[in-house]
């Protein structure tokens, strides 16, 4: 898929000397942001690991609140959703127009079913008074401690879950530009790069779903 | 014949430099508009330089309010209250919004491209939201002046900051908007220096500045997200009450300060590494001397990114953190002396048997390894846990922090401003007035902070609007000193506005410097080089006459016309 | 290397299909009620697991330049210094330390 140097083609902005160039530029551009990501969310894992340290017993019991097959139905939602922006992507790489709208359009489904998930979890929880923060409310777990566990759930699925919602928009943006054609396998960019977000959003789901659900 | 970085051949041309370009950056387009939503690093840095400047004189103007407040152990302008909004808001303006973006995000944005033979940043686009977003959060911390003024100090400690009614969510918000300014220049710079490099730079000749920006941007994309994380947890902690920072709630006010630190620390390093960069620089071409050490100053301010994310608990020694903490941050701080002592011994040895030319930059360069050297040791001092015990929040560490941020950071960037002031607006400044202004400011900074150094370790706490009278002479002489800072600025802004507007043409190379971005008209054509340049010589390349000292133009298939353009023009 | 590399179908499939057993072994592990702290350390080695299968195939590291991998390690080697050193104070806050 390299380019024959020669032609500029209209894609490659004045700066950069060859598509090829300009595209791992946008690529290691995107790994950083990413990093970023990753040290971002890294503040909520620590406090997270740090008050889990000081009250394990809290955990556990806090955790039995939350419903292990919801998220684990969850993480399956993800993991396919994964595979199919990484299908939109191949489907670039080989000028199947038809094919990149197809995948983006299941993939988008697939987040919103995610967050529909989320969002009984989450209402189920307002309704027992698992509210975040000093509205908390609920009387069912035996621990002084039991609104900064939630605090810390709704904090970490919260954000999570904004960064889901930050991706839907993001690939409908990018089924529009498909459907003018905008994505050939000599330029695809936007769709790689959010393709390694999605991805990253999938990975801190991976760790977020042992973490919060599944403590014994 | 000159080999490029990637093992190609290219045939090159010599070329000369473009003295009276007629069509350069400044003129290539005309208004506000052309100007705003440009996409020119070059403007984008000019349009930084004149924010941090603005932001630089309401910064200045607060703390001379503050030291006439400490004239005397009475209310002399305002009362306890008002003094904590205004130290909170000189520390917290200072710091987010000159410091952090002085050095990378002005003099960075308009010459590291130029540096690296490039036509622009990697994203051009992204660069201008990120001025963009600093501009708007900026707005955010402004709004906050004119609701409340925030009252907690720059470091925004829980649980007093959850606790107190001032425009807090305002102000951390702004903060946490700029950071993501921060995040995006220094991403942009990290793709940059590894994609856009032109023919023939290869690591080993990018001038030092450029490792400087490197390490810094490094820094401000590792640590920036947690001061976001930090930030948005305060702004929870205070609408919902989720209780991780409030210990009323079940919360760590400790852990606030983890957090807090974790940016904070590496934050200095954004404020002095580039300055670091600015200095080699200038070292370098006013010692007309190849730089000794490239190597270990290169590396050395890799090693301080590292090492300078290992040791924020310093900061908190007598927080209650536990003792094992304390005692190996306190270890792991020693460390960071070393490669800070490495850029020191290496500058001294460049200037060692140079033919070293004091004109105004280079005095500053002087300025900068004095005052410095005071900071970083002090703050060696401040890593020690049984003396530190004793100077915590005192006028010591006031004192260290303005040796190293404003004796290091902001003599760089005058340095830096006067080094670059031909190349950015192609006019030269006034010589006579330059060194007269730096040496007001180095005897006014020194009468501001010495001082500090004494009253702190007699035991003078800091962010008090008052105190006992054994302190009184100490605190007039430091006023005295801020009255003559103040001067030595006066004087800097009237004779560069006066070189704007009348100053002397500058020259393409004013300084005789063998750098790329020298190699370029003064000011640079709108696209910095017409051509591809090709580099066959190190940035530090002072046993070579500069007649000798040539670039190359590569042979440019995809740009071609322009390459015969710019062959036509300098006649090879 | 060519940094417009396409991944073979195949691969995109299995690694979802180890995605999946993968969760349904990291549940299936919960429910064996391993001692604390060992289920941790086992969720947490399979997450990772999965997290690397995920980077190398989905997001194609293992074609691409190696740079990236280098950020990608970089960024969990700065988090593990922030957590671990985080640790060494609200662990210890307790125990005094006598080396003197
Ligand atoms: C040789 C390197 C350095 C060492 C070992 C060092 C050490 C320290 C220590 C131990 C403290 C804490 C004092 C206390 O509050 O008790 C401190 C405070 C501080 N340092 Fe440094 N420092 C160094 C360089 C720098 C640099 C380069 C800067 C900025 C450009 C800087 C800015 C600050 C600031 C702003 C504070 C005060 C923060 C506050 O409490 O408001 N330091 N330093
Ligand atoms: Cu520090």
Redesign the interface.
Same mark, same amino acid.
């Given at each position: 898929m390299a380019h024959a140097t020669g032609t500029v083609e209209s894609h490659v902005q004045h700066h950069f000397k060859s598509s090829d160039q300009q595209f791992s530029s946008a690529k290691l551009g995107m790994w950083l942001f990413l990093f970023t990501e990753i040290m971002f969310f890294g503040g909520l894992f620590v406090a997270y690991i740090v008050y889990r340290a000081w009250n394990p017993e809290l955990f556990t019991l806090a955790a039995t609140q939350l419903d292990t097959v919801l998220g684990a139905v969850n993480t399956v939602v993800l993991i396919g959703s994964s595979l199919t922006v990484a299908l939109a992507i191949r489907a670039a790489q080989f000028d199947k127009q038809k094919q990149i709208i197809n995948y983006l359009l299941i993939t988008i489904f697939l987040a919103t079913v995610f967050l529909v998930i989320k969002y009984f979890e989450y209402t189920h929880k307002f309704d027992m008074g698992i509210l975040p923060g000093a509205m908390y409310t609920f009387e069912g777990i035996d621990h002084p401690k039991a609104n900064v566990f939630f605090s810390i759930y709704y904090m970490m699925t919260g954000l999570h879950g904004i960064h889901v919602v930050i991706g839907i928009g993001l690939m409908v943006w990018l089924v529009l530009k498909a459907m003018k054609g905008a994505y050939t396998s000599s330029y695809y960019t936007p769709v790689e790069i959010t393709g390694l977000y999605w991805h990253l959003v999938d990975i801190i789901w991976i760790f977020l779903f042992p973490l919060m659900y599944l403590i014994d | 014949m000159a080999t490029a970085s990637n093992g190609n051949t290219l045939k090159v041309r010599y070329f000369d430099i473009d003295e009276n370009p007629k069509e350069h950056y400044l003129n290539a387009e005309k208004g506000l508009k052309s100007w705003l939503f440009t996409v020119d690093h070059k403007r984008i840095g000019i349009m930084y330089l004149a924010s941090i400047v603005l932001f630089f004189a309401v910064g200045g103007l607060l703390a001379l309010v503050l030291r006439t407040e400490l004239l005397t152990p009475a209310e002399n302008l305002m009362n306890a209250e008002t003094y904590n909004r205004v130290f909170t808001v000189h520390g917290a303006v200072m710091v987010f919004l000159f410091i952090i973006p002085s050095i990378p995000a002005a003099l960075g944005n308009f010459l590291l491209?130029i540096m690296l033979g490039?036509? @622009?940043?990697?994203?051009?686009r992204?660069n201008l939201a990120s001025f963009w977003i600093y501009s708007i959060g900026a707005l955010f911390t402004l709004v906050s002046l004119a609701v409340n003024p925030i009252d907690t100090g720059w470091t925004f400690y829980t649980p007093y900051s959850v606790q107190t009614g001032s425009a807090v969510i305002l102000m951390t918000f702004g903060v946490f908007i700029m950071g993501f300014s921060s995040?995006l220049t220094?991403?942009?710079f990290? *793709?940059t220096i %590894?994609? &856009?490099r032109a023919p023939g730079l290869t690591w080993g000749r990018l001038p030092l500045f450029c490792w400087a920006m490197y390490a810094t941007s490094v820094i401000q994309?590792?640590? $920036?997200? *947690?001061l976001?994380? $930090?930030l948005a947890?305060l702004i929870?902690e205070r609408t &919902?009450?989720?209780?991780?920072f409030d210990p009323a &709630?079940?919360? @760590?006010p400790? &852990?606030y300060q983890? =957090?807090f630190w =974790?940016y904070s620390h590496p934050a200095v390093y954004i404020m002095i590494v580039p300055a670091f960069g600015v200095i080699s620089e200038l070292i370098a071409t006013f010692s007309r001397k190849t730089i000794f050490g490239y190597w270990a100053i290169a590396m050395s301010s890799l090693a301080i990114a590292f090492i300078g994310?290992?040791v924020?608990?310093h900061h908190m020694f007598v927080s209650?953190?536990?003792?094992?903490?304390t *005692? *190996?941050?306190s270890f792991l701080t020693f460390f960071v002396g070393i490669p800070t002592g490495i850029k020191i011994f290496n500058w001294l040895a460049t200037m060692h048997k140079g033919s070293i030319d004091m004109k105004t930059p280079m005095l500053y360069a002087v300025i900068f390894l004095f005052l410095f050297t005071i900071g970083g040791v002090t703050g060696i001092m401040l890593g020690a846990i049984s003396v530190n015990v004793h100077l915590h929040d005192t006028y010591y560490v006031v004192a260290h922090f303005h040796y190293v941020m404003m004796g290091g950071t902001v003599m760089a960037f005058l340095g830096g401003l006067h080094f670059w002031w031909p190349k950015m607006f192609g006019k030269m400044y006034s010589e006579f007035w330059g060194k007269i202004s730096a040496a007001i400011i180095f005897v006014g900074f020194n009468l501001t902070f010495l001082p500090q150094f004494i009253m702190g370790s007699q035991g003078m706490p800091r962010r008090y609007y008052s105190y006992i009278d054994q302190f009184q002479t100490m605190h007039q002489l430091s006023t005295i000193g801020s009255y003559v800072l103040g001067v030595g600025f006066l004087i800097i802004a009237v004779y560069l506005v006066h070189s704007l507007i009348w100053g002397k043409k500058a020259p393409a190379n004013p300084w005789g410097s063998r750098s790329l971005d020298w190699m370029t008209s003064s000011p640079p054509a709108h %696209?910095n080089f017409n051509y $591809?340049p090709v580099i066959n010589n190190g940035p530090y390349d002072y046993h070579k006459p500069i007649s000798e000292f040539t670039l190359g133009i590569a042979e440019d %298939?995809? %740009?071609g016309e322009s390459v015969e353009k710019a062959k036509e023009e300098t006649k090879a | 290397m060519s940094a417009h590399h396409a991944i073979p179908l195949k691969t995109l499939l299995s690694t979802t299909l180890a995605l999946v057993v993968l969760t349904v072994v990291t549940i299936a592990v919960f429910y064996l009620n391993i001692p604390a702290p060992f289920d941790v350390v086992v969720a947490l080695f399979l997450a990772t697991f999965k997290a690397t299968l995920v980077a190398m195939f989905f997001m194609g590291l293992y074609y691409d330049e190696k740079f990236n991998t280098v950020v990608l390690i970089f960024s969990f080697l700065f988090f593990f210094v922030f957590i671990g050193i985080t640790l060494l104070d609200t662990l210890f806050r307790e125990s005094s330390i006598s080396i003197w």
């Open positions: - | 491209p490039a036509k @622009d940043v990697a994203f051009p992204l995040i220094g991403m942009n990290i *793709v %590894h994609k &856009l994309v590792l640590a $920036t997200p *947690v976001a994380i $930090t947890l929870m &919902l009450g989720i209780g991780i &709630l079940g919360g @760590d400790v &852990l983890h =957090f =974790f994310s290992l924020w608990g209650g953190q536990s003792e094992l903490s *005692v *190996v941050f %696209h $591809t %298939h995809e %740009h | -």
